[in-house]
């Protein structure tokens, strides 16, 4: 799975980096965690959001906040790469 996170620079003041070590620390504590490759991209059209992530190249962009972004990991991307979402 690979995991597209915003770079550009609306998502940058919104914590994109915050967003990227959190979901790397969570990806180390977890045995899923090697099957995701992060991927830091450029504006991906919805600024106005948090912090966009997309998976894939699913059409649906997330908006991911430093303190949404467990429950992105564990309600999302897991249930995903399980196959149950
Ligand atoms: S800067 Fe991130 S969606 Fe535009």
Redesign the pocket.
């Known amino acids: 799975m690979l995991i597209n996170i ?1 770079i ?4 940058h003041l919104k914590g994109s980096y915050n967003v990227i070590t959190e979901i790397q620390q969570l990806m180390e504590e977890d045995s899923y965690g090697s099957q995701i490759e992060l991927k830091s991209v450029f ?5 106005q959001s948090g ?2 992530v997309q998976i894939d190249d699913e059409p649906t962009i997330y908006s991911v906040t430093k303190e949404s972004v467990k429950d992105f990991y564990y309600n999302t991307v897991i249930p995903k790469l399980k196959g149950e979402l």
């Open positions: 915003c550009g620079s609306a998502c504006c991906l059209g919805h600024c912090v966009s």
